[in-house]
């Protein structure tokens, strides 16, 4: 017991120099932001006098869980001006709930409580610093947050040194399980929840996504997803070099090309690289002849998160189902969402340079090439040869041939629900002043469209969803 009274002691003179280094900071010139990181950073390093000094658990997470309850009452009085941030953001109080629950959660395995801390306080105070400094290329994430592309992946960077140094020196962690892949892995998940961190959120969902993927993935899946991490970010990244990517679009890649790429196996892998790369060519070939009619879509050209999720998520679902349950139709259940996500893309890139009007599938009457629901021959031509190349692609990955038939079946099928739910109930608009139908809210004109047909909810991203799902379920039950 006298050991952590004196823990107790340490740890809250500890947190009190590291505040009054910040507020010295601020009071002799330096800026508010780095005034914060001072603190934040100091106080995250604590981590390992925690686990070091702390012989009771339940007296472990005192000093981090009175943070929590002082630092809401200093948010809401402003009582310091180093650590001030918005009304609604409770980064502050946040940081020390999640410090709390990975010591408690974690308390068997240092390196996990550790690691997830360390992945606050370096790879974030890095993303914030480097972000502010250096960031160029922004995004837009939840709640219309701005990111950047470069503080993103000064997180990643700085999260993968910390949680290494980390898993090298702390114990906890199985003795076959692989250090790097899994530091690799936790930083391309921390990064991923930093950037959708909206009012200080992050400050939760990184530590404790960070500690989660330390403390739950095992050594069989660990080299798995950790060199799908590394090759989705580097698929990403060259991909935003190449602008078939925006900077949340390689959030995306992430998101998606993670699981897929670490728990599909060769079969996953080769059907997802033959989808991104063939609808990405595609939407930069005859770009001339099709701007146009692309100009009256939601999204073209470079994909953003929304799109990579809307295509991919699916997929990336149903990776992991397979991962946890064994159970080989979720393998089928990815390629069924991938193979309609190419059919569904390769039909409207190819489709809109038919000849011959196309006809809305609900009445058959021509419409206007572009048209919302709308379907033509070369379009059902190009949907089923974009399945096909799917397929084709996941046969010389190793899956059976019996396989096409019914995955070029789940593409045409998903792409012709696509086609569906946009003459009917997905969001449609009208230009009064173009005398045009739109899915844009507001028109190249720069006049608002009104609504026209559809739910107002159901945009291009959730019709795709639905789609890849229609295409999913086809498959897995083939």
């Avoid at 106080?43 to 002082?70: D, H, K, N, Q």
């Amino acid at each position: 017991m006298s050991q952590d009274i004196q823990a107790l002691l340490w740890s809250y003179g500890y947190v009190g120099v590291c505040v009054a280094a910040g507020e010295l900071a601020l009071r002799l010139g330096l800026s508010r932001e780095l005034a914060r990181k001072i603190i934040h950073v100091g106080v995250g390093f604590w981590i390992f006098g925690t686990l070091g000094l702390f012989e009771s658990r339940a007296l472990a997470v005192v000093p981090s869980a009175t943070a929590a309850v002082a630092n809401w009452y200093i948010h809401r009085k402003r009582l310091l001006k180093s650590v001030e941030a918005e009304p609604d953001n409770l980064g502050t109080v946040w940081f020390a709930v999640a410090y709390s629950a990975l010591v408690w959660l974690a308390w068997d395995k240092p390196a996990a409580a550790a690691g997830g801390v360390m992945a606050m306080a370096v790879g974030d105070a890095l993303a914030s610093l480097v972000g502010r400094r250096f960031g160029r290329h922004r995004y837009e994430t939840l709640g219309e947050r701005l990111k950047s592309l470069e503080g993103s992946l000064a997180m990643c960077a700085g999260t993968f040194v910390a949680v290494l140094a980390v898993l090298t020196w702390m114990p906890g962690l199985a003795p076959d399980m692989p250090r790097v892949p899994l530091a690799l892995l936790c930083a391309v998940v921390a990064t991923c929840a930093e950037a959708l961190g909206t009012k200080g959120r992050d400050n939760l969902w990184v530590p404790l996504a960070a500690g989660a993927v330390l403390y739950l993935v095992p050594p069989v899946h660990a080299w798995g997803l950790g060199m799908g991490a590394g090759i989705a970010l580097a698929i990403g990244v060259l991909s935003w070099a190449r602008g078939s990517l925006s900077p949340s679009g390689v959030l995306g890649a992430l998101l998606v090309g993670t699981p897929v790429f670490g728990l599909a196996g060769a079969v996953g892998a080769a059907a997802l690289l033959g989808f991104f790369i063939s609808s990405s060519a595609l939407s930069k070939t005859f770009r001339a002849r099709k701007a146009g009619v692309e100009e009256e879509y939601a999204k073209t050209g470079t994909r953003d998160l929304g799109q990579a999720l809307a295509n991919g998520g699916v997929a990336a679902g149903a990776a992991v189902l397979l991962a946890v349950t064994g159970d080989a139709r979720y393998s089928l259940a990815m390629l069924g969402a991938l193979v309609a996500a190419n059919a569904d893309t390769w039909a409207t890139e190819l489709g809109v340079l038919s000849r011959s009007p196309p006809r809305l599938v609900t009445t058959l009457r021509q419409v206007p090439p572009g048209t919302s629901g709308a379907v033509s021959g070369a379009g059902l031509l190009a949907s089923t040869a974009g399945a096909a190349f799917v397929g084709g692609m996941a046969v010389l990955a190793g899956a059976p041939v019996a396989l096409i038939p019914w995955l070029v079946l789940a593409g045409v099928v998903g792409s012709l629900v696509d086609s569906l739910l946009g003459a009917t109930v997905q969001d449609v608009r009208w230009c009064d002043a173009c005398s045009r139908e739109t899915e844009r809210r507001v028109h190249r004109c720069g006049r608002s469209a009104r609504p026209l047909r559809g739910f107002s909810w159901l945009g291009n991203d959730t019709v795709n969803v639905v789609a890849t799902a229609a295409g999913a379920l086809l498959a897995f039950w083939a």
